[in-house]
């Protein structure tokens, strides 16, 4: 009994050394290249720039889409043709969707009938980010609040802490619903929140955003907010602009001109 | 007196025999990869001047995906957009970077694999070799 016992243990500690001997081949530490690459360089300064959007609905005309329309193709943004399955980046909404809680009162007809083009604000204080579970969502060194699809989990935090709707589900597969396909930007996948992304890829080409492109009668200006000479800075101090929301202290990074 | 040697002798085969099967163990571990690569064929990969690209044939097969990890989030959350090669190269950071130098093989990444049996997602939003127009 005693003698069966001990050669078991015996064994068995002979079984043990082995399969550690055998894991330490199967993963072998420090066999390669270290995968940390040094020398990174052109690193941007956080804070430098603030980049920012003035919106002249005085010029913005009521039957064009053509923001909306370069956008969502240079995106990949998908159109299913229902709402419950909506996905979008830049859109136009009316005046007491976007503005609900203006105080202007008793704006003239002109005013409160003209559609307004919406999108993400890129607030100074976003409140999407501190809803992320996954730092999916972020403030970049820009202003710019980015998103890394690669993290998005699809808890849809960053949606309800949103007050401006700018941020979209997918609900589908985002390449059902895309007509035709842009090749200068991927797609997303099903179960992540998408939004605009102030076309941060063309910004680095040295490209202005695609819907401020896109604008035949140039209502939308883009530039740094944190550039006293910039024009977007001229037109801020030179006009009477406005923000969405700006009670809930935001800092949203749009504005528009009424 | 005679049991007793019979006990030690019965000690010294047990202990050699533990010897011999971990020298075994850790021999057999550390061949592993080359034994099998000796049965199974490798997968044809088209003719590409490696000597172009970042890193080794045989640093880039093992870490390519952690290289493409730190690319990401360097350049998404840094901002940092510019990789320097060894040799002072300057290439973006970018997996297009790696999409557009191989373009001369529309089954670069699924050659590999589909033979290692690896199913990443990157082809779930990004354009993929194969779909590429």
């Given amino acids: 009994m005693n003698e069966d016992r001990r050669s078991f243990i015996k064994k068995a500690g002979i079984g043990i050394l082995a399969g550690i001997g055998s894991a330490a081949g199967l993963f072998p530490a420090l066999s390669l290249e270290k995968t940390v690459l040094p020398a990174w360089d052109e690193k941007p300064e956080p804070g430098k720039h603030r980049w920012g959007m003035l919106i002249d609905t005085r010029k913005c005309s009521g039957n064009c889409s053509e923001c909306v329309a370069a956008c969502h193709f240079t995106h990949n943004v998908p159109d299913f043709g229902n709402r419950k399955d909506e996905v979008k980046w830049i859109w136009k909404s009316s005046y007491e969707n976007v ?44 202003g710019i609040v980015s998103m890394d699809y690669h993290r998005c989990i699809g808890c849809r935090f960053c949606m309800a802490a949103c007050p401006y709707g700018s941020r979209s589900f997918n609900w589908r597969d985002p390449r059902e619903g895309i007509k035709l396909a842009s090749t200068e930007y991927p797609t997303r996948m099903q179960g992540v929140v998408e939004k605009c992304n102030f076309c941060s890829e063309r910004l680095v080409k040295g490209l202005d955003p695609a819907c401020v492109e896109a604008c035949p009668e140039q209502a939308l200006v883009f530039g740094d907010l944190n550039d006293p000479g910039s024009e977007i800075r001229k037109l801020l101090e030179s006009t009477e602009t406005m923000q969405r929301k700006p009670e809930l202290g935001t800092k949203p990074s749009v504005f528009y001109i009424i | 007196m005679k049991r007793r040697r019979a006990t030690l002798t019965k000690k010294l085969i047990m202990t050699a025999a533990a010897v011999l099967i971990l020298v075994l163990a850790g021999v057999y571990a550390f061949r592993h990869e080359e034994s099998q690569a000796e049965k199974i064929a490798a997968p044809a990969a088209a003719a590409v001047d490696s000597s172009a690209c970042i890193g080794s044939k045989e640093y880039m097969r093992a870490n390519h995906m952690r290289v493409l990890n730190e690319w990401r989030h360097s350049s998404v959350r840094d901002g940092n957009r510019v990789h320097v090669a060894p040799d002072g190269r300057k290439i973006e950071k970018s997996l297009n970077t790696c999409l557009n130098c191989h373009s001369g093989n529309r089954m670069f990444c699924f050659n590999c694999h589909m033979y290692a049996n690896v199913k990443p997602n990157c082809w779930n939003c990004h354009i993929s070799p194969m779909e590429a127009p």
């Fill in chain 1, 99 to 142: 503005f609900p809680t203006a105080s202007q009162q008793f704006q003239s007809p002109g005013v409160t009938e003209r559609p307004y083009v919406a999108l993400c604000n890129h607030c100074a204080e976003p409140p999407c980010t501190k809803a992320c579970p996954t730092e999916a969502t972020f403030r970049r060194w820009d």
